[in-house]
Nanobody, 122 residues
Framework: QVQLVESGGGLVQAGDSLRLSCAFAGNTGYISTMGWYRQAPGKERELVAGITKVKSGDFTNYAESARGRFTISRDNAKNTLYLQMNSLKSEDTAVYYC?????????????WGQGTPVTVSS
């Protein structure tokens, strides 16, 4: 089992920055991929950014809407995943969810946090 707890959401103005955190605990050694998703009112949940452990380090990927403005990172010593969001826009308003994929014995299990809301006023 893996537990994920997000924090850092809030109300900001367009152009501001915000950093989301996701504390993870449990069988963290089996986590291969983590990421941030978001879901705006009336829309489907979408990937914002992902980070995957590879032999050479971490591989990151971003949604087109996030590339250049958002940065995903992970501090394994603190068991925390971050999403630094800069130059926020009103369309970034959504509930942001932390996600982890753990693999063990060839089986993959997905875990989700409870979400943290971000509201960007224009």
């Amino acid at each position: 089992q893996v537990q994920l707890v997000e924090s850092g959401g809030g109300l900001v103005q367009a152009g501001d920055s915000l950093r989301l955190s996701c504390a993870f605990a449990g069988n963290t050694g089996y986590i291969s991929t983590m990421g941030w998703y978001r879901q705006a009112p009336g829309k489907e949940r979408e990937l914002v950014a992902g980070i995957t452990k590879v032999k050479s380090g971490d591989f990151t990927n971003y949604a087109e809407s996030a590339r250049g403005r958002f940065t995903i990172s992970r501090d394994n010593a603190k068991n925390t995943l971050y999403l630094q969001m800069n130059s926020l826009k009103s369309e970034d308003t959504a509930v942001y969810y932390c996600y982890a994929e753990a693999s063990r014995y060839g089986l993959f299990t997905n875990y989700w946090g409870q979400g943290t809301p971000v509201t960007v006023s224009s």
